[in-house]
């Protein structure tokens, strides 16, 4: 690093609390346009069936009701492309913007009705008159995977796209291992939710032919080209502009019909046009997230070690393939098995559709679900075995010189998109992990019936691949008021992007970070940008405004060199002005007039980071009520190099407690007519302030990422993936003299009490643990050759 | 309808219909979009505003029930200047991360230590449950109104 480096690694306060604290902060539902109208949205109220007749008439007579559109209006309905692993096979599956016909899950938008105010909009929404037929939902994966009803006739399949994942020969390695045990594990559907909901303000501009779009975020620039690809503009006459944002978790920010159906809206009638999504419509309408089951067999020896691990994953992917509804799929089968050394794995992963909402990326997608699946299997191992959960990990996790370590192959794909973990000791956060919590003491807890509630403790190891590709963009300039504007193409979600980026550029820069201004995420500041996501910002964004400080500081010495005579060399930077070494100086402002200014750009080649850690937890179980109580959860990380460690922990602690919200409580709950039964936060349930109070975290920074500049690892999603199986093997282990197998997500306090329950009569005079048996090696049978 | 009440110190006037609701009001004919929405129906506790010394749902309350009443949002708890000992509390903790919670957070924090300025850790988790943050994981939110009590227990609090 350049300077004297005062502000990486300190816990920098964010220049974003300024405004959000005093109520000013600006998000699109804040924004208000000239003539604006406001649209609302008539959506699917089945999930199955075909579109027989809308009559707006009703609509259209109610007083401030300006105009309805549906399908008919827009001409050629456009798709919305995959942004990520567009592969051969998926364009038969993807989303129209607008129903066209059929309709194929709850929330599928039909009509938008525009009017001078949201409730007369939305009064319009419940005039329409919809006439439609109803076909026999496919409201399961097992439904769908008989491919008897179809979502797309001529496709004829429900199944959307296959992964395999695949290392070594599992068939040879489960033929000749001493123990082998198989499983069913399930992951509930639950979703992101951010608390803003979407809302996005369009406005046409007709004499310049010019497209404006606030209310954007996470991908901009993908979603600019889209939407113009879309309206038949050039990209440049489209600018997507990002706002405040409240929180995105992989969901907000993906293009969705929305994204076009309100600029269309603008440019039909000709005035702007605001529309805010509420609640209820959130539910069905934003990606839903993590629904997968499994049968899955992990083989090993005798001492634990594992020799292999294989299986089928089926995800229930929704109606459509979204955007980047096929990243949970694919890293179900590339990363299934974790930091953990798997010499061979085939795990085939089937990614069907359903009539629900489609599903996308939510926080670690397919690594919450791999990691439930996987660390069930080796706490089962671990207990068949006779060997403790932590000694079970040890002996597993990847080594430091086994780095770099190659995850699984996978097709489709193949070497193009291998990825491998990049290096680091996870067997010493590991320990680290299991000291701080005082594993050695606790372990005498396991199963203990204390105080009325059982006890049980459990570790579990992760990593996060992180900082995908393959670049991003930055621009720095010196300006007039004597401050350096930093443009970057990643995007702010709410993660303190611009108090991060202030840092990286005022410590490269050697001036205060008060005199750097960040702007980010709209597309007129640059020709391209990458955005916000998969925990990249930091690593591609925070690397490129380096990259970018460092070509100013040279474009600065040389300026002041040439102004004040001597050396570039002899230049340096303090607090915001350019010195000689006899003391002579110029300030920023000054040095402003020589037109300052660089780009820059950073390429990764689609390098990921794999920030590596464990966990721990403790809880209780009150089998009277089905009540669990975490008393305890450590979490500790090796995220390379810590920019700014108050966002770090931030981000290590809300990851933790939105896991907690899926391993627990989060439930999208459909009927068997496909209707979504969580249609408000009063059923869709998510932790609150009372529920988690003893969460803790630890970052540690021994093994920087060799493949940037600032050593940084992506760390927005780690610890959320450890949650699910690190809590199921806890009441497992709590619950283990009732036999019980916490083997699907959520552990409500219904299925918790139901577990012990059940147990109680099935083991009423029998012993505690059912021993292996030794025969066929069904689902829930472990086997043990002798 | 018209409807009279005052809004951070100063009477207002303004012209609603019946079933607006007072967040509604407050953010689109009064523009004091601090206020924010994220659910419409009293679950998330983001639209918290305080009318009369009580913490509110202005998704739960017509504009016309204000008619006559005193009411706070967060607007009218910041001042041009410093932050105010609650906000530095929240920067100085990261309790906030995307901001959309935050008003909410802030007035029912208000509203609480201004009645219980030593409200402990277990009634500051159970009044601040019905506000939810997605961001975070609350542990630096109530880290920080902790933190804040110090300052309501030497001023006067009304």
Redesign the interface.
């Known amino acids: 690093m350049i300077g004297t480096n005062r502000y990486i690694g300190s ?1 920098v ?2 220049i ?12 699109v ?2 924004l208000k346009s000239e003539g604006m109208l406001h649209a609302a949205i008539l959506r699917s109220p089945i999930a199955h069936g075909r579109i027989r007749g809308l009559d707006s008439a009703a609509a259209r007579a109610i007083p401030g009701v300006r105009d309805v559109i549906a399908a008919a209006e827009i001409g050629a309905v456009p798709t919305i492309p995959l942004r990520l692993l567009p592969l051969p096979g998926t364009e038969r599956f993807l989303q129209p913007v607008i129903a066209t016909g059929r309709l194929r899950y709850v929330g599928e938008p039909i009509a938008v009705v525009l009017a001078d105010s949201a ?1 007369r909009a939305e009064d319009g929404v419940g005039a329409i008159v919809l006439d439609v037929e109803e076909l026999p939902p496919v409201a399961d994966r097992r439904v769908s995977g008989r491919h008897e009803i179809l979502l797309f006739e001529e496709s004829g399949t429900n199944l959307a796209m296959t992964f395999t994942g695949v290392l070594g020969d599992a068939e040879a390695a489960f033929r000749d291992a001493p123990y082998v045990r198989r499983e069913c594990f399930e992951v509930q559907r639950h979703t ?6 979407r809302g996005l303000l369009a406005e046409w501009d007709s004499t310049q032919q010019r497209m404006t779009v606030l209310g954007a975020a996470k991908v901009p620039f993908f979603n600019r080209d889209t939407l113009a690809a879309m309206l038949g503009l050039a990209p440049a006459s489209v600018d997507l502009i990002e706002n ?4 995105g ?1 992989g969901a907000r920010g993906e293009f969705y019909p929305e994204d076009f159906l309100i600029p269309f809206a603008a440019r039909h009638v000709g005035r702007p046009v605001r529309w ?1 999504e ?3 419509e959130h539910l069905t309408a934003m990606n839903h997230a993590r629904q997968a089951d499994c049968e899955v067999e992990i083989a090993c020896r005798r001492d634990g070690t594992i020799l292999g691990m294989r299986g089928e994953i089926f995800v229930d992917l929704g109606a459509y393939v979204r955007t980047n509804g096929l990243i949970q799929p694919r890293t179900l089968a590339q990363c299934f098995s974790g930091p953990y050394r798997v010499p061979n794995l085939h795990m085939v992963v089937r990614a069907l559709l359903t009539n629900k909402t489609p599903s996308g990326t939510y926080r670690g997608p397919g690594r919450y679900e791999a990691s439930f699946f996987c660390e069930r299997l080796i706490e089962l191992a671990a207990v068949d075995l006779g060997l403790d959960s932590a000694e079970m990990r040890r002996r597993n996790l990847i080594g430091a010189a086994e780095m770099p370590y190659k995850l699984a192959r996978l097709e489709p794909g193949g070497a193009a998109v291998d990825t491998e973990c990049d290096g680091g000791d996870y067997g010493e956060v590991l320990e680290r992990c299991l000291v701080e919590f005082g594993w050695e003491e606790k372990r005498t807890l396991q199963g203990q019936l204390i105080d009325g509630r059982y006890h049980g403790i459990a570790v579990a190891c992760f990593i996060e691949g992180a900082g995908a590709g393959p670049k991003e963009t930055a621009r720095l300039e010196l300006t007039p008021d004597g401050t350096v504007a930093v443009y970057v193409g990643s995007a702010a ?4 992007l611009e108090t991060v980026m202030a840092q990286v550029a005022a410590d490269t820069l050697g001036m205060p970070i008060d005199l750097v201004r960040v702007f980010h995420g709209s597309t007129p500041y640059l020709n391209e940008g990458y955005g916000a996501f998969a925990s990249r910002s930091t690593v591609l964004g925070g690397s490129a405004v380096y990259e970018g400080a460092k070509s100013l500081l040279e474009k600065i010495r040389g300026a002041a060199a040439a102004r004040l005579g001597g050396p570039p060399d002899d230049i340096e930077l303090v607090d915001g002005r350019a010195r000689t070494r006899d003391g002579r100086s110029l300030s920023f402002a000054d040095l402003a007039a020589d037109g300052l200014r660089v780009d820059a750009t950073f390429q990764n080649n689609n390098k990921l980071t794999y920030t590596y850690g464990s966990a721990v937890a403790h809880v209780a179980v009150d089998l009277g009520t089905g009540q669990v109580e975490v008393l305890d959860f450590l979490v500790v990380e090796d995220v390379g190099r810590i920019v700014n460690p ?2 770090l ?2 981000q290590a ?6 896991g907690l919200g899926g391993a627990f409580m989060e439930n999208l709950v459909y009927d068997a007519n496909g209707q979504l039964l969580t249609g ?3 059923d869709y349930l ?8 003893r ?1 803790r975290a630890i970052a540690l920074e021994n093994h920087p990422s060799p493949s940037n500049p600032l050593g940084v690892k992506g760390a927005g999603e780690g610890p959320i993936i450890p949650v699910g199986g690190l809590i199921a093997n806890a009441i497992g282990n709590a619950l283990a003299s009732f036999g019980a197998t916490p083997n699907q997500l959520p552990l409500s306090p219904a299925r918790v009490w139901r577990m012990g329950a059940e147990a109680s009569v099935e083991n009423l005079g029998k012993n505690a643990r059912a021993e292996p048996v030794s025969d066929a090696a069904g689902p829930g049978r472990s086997q043990i050759r002798r | 309808m018209q409807v009279n009440f005052k809004l951070n110190g100063t009477p207002v006037v303004v012209d609603v219909e019946p079933r607006m609701h007072l967040a509604d009001c407050l953010r689109d004919e009064l523009r004091q979009t601090g206020t924010h929405l994220g659910c419409e129906h009293g679950a998330c506790g983001a639209c918290t505003v305080i009318v009369d010394g009580a913490a509110v749902r202005a998704c739960l309350m017509l504009a016309v029930q204000a008619e006559g009443s005193s009411i706070v949002t967060v607007e009218g708890l910041s001042t041009e200047e410093a932050l105010t000992p609650l906000q530095t509390a929240f920067r100085k903790h990261h309790a906030l991360q995307c901001g959309f919670c935050t008003p909410g957070m802030l007035t029912t924090a208000h509203a609480l230590l201004t009645d219980e300025p030593d409200a402990d850790g277990d009634r500051i988790r159970a009044v601040l449950s019905g506000n939810l943050c997605r961001c975070t994981g609350y542990i630096p939110i109530i880290d920080a109104v902790l933190d804040a009590r110090a300052a309501y227990r030497k001023s006067d609090k009304r």
Do not use: W, Y
């Open positions: 816990p306060e964010r974003e609390d300024l405004r959000f604290l005093r109520g000013r902060g600006e998000f539902g804040d409730a992101a939710l951010p608390m803003e909901p405040d944002v409240g929180g978790f805010l509420d609640r209820r979600v709410g993660q303190g108050l966002t922990h931030g602690i809300g990851g933790v407690v939105q408000t936060l009063a998510i932790p609150t302030a009372s529920d988690f109070p969460i």
